[in-house]
């Protein structure tokens, strides 16, 4: 392995793991507020529920984001594919999100995000 892969691996380790983190974050205060609120009622309570139904998605993709990093910093092969395949997912998310009116910016930065994933994977493959 050459020391630009080498280099290029623990970027893209470091950004993987970081981003986890950073989901792990948000899904953990999506389950505290989640909890907070659970007794509001009406409104309230149907988005305390939501919070906590949506918060266990986010953190699974998290902690399978984490798993790819160390995997990748690790140089693993299974890493590469497995961050392929949470790029995929995250594409599909960011361009349904779209056509929801005040997301369409961090729809655009996940499109942007998912398309960096690839071109530092194939980076690896090269």
Known sequence: MSGSQ???????????????GLLCAFGALLIFFGLVNYSAVGLGGL?????????VPIILFAVVLIVAAIGLWNNRPWARILLMVLAVIHLAIAVSMISLGDLWPISLLGI???????????????
């Open 6 to 20: 080498f280099g290029r691996r623990q970027i893209l380790s470091i950004i993987a793991g970081g981003y986890g």
């Open 47 to 55: 988005a305390a529920f939501l919070a906590i139904i949506f918060s």
């Open 112 to 126: 942007a995000l998912s398309v960096g994933i690839f071109w530092f994977v194939r980076g690896l493959q090269d």
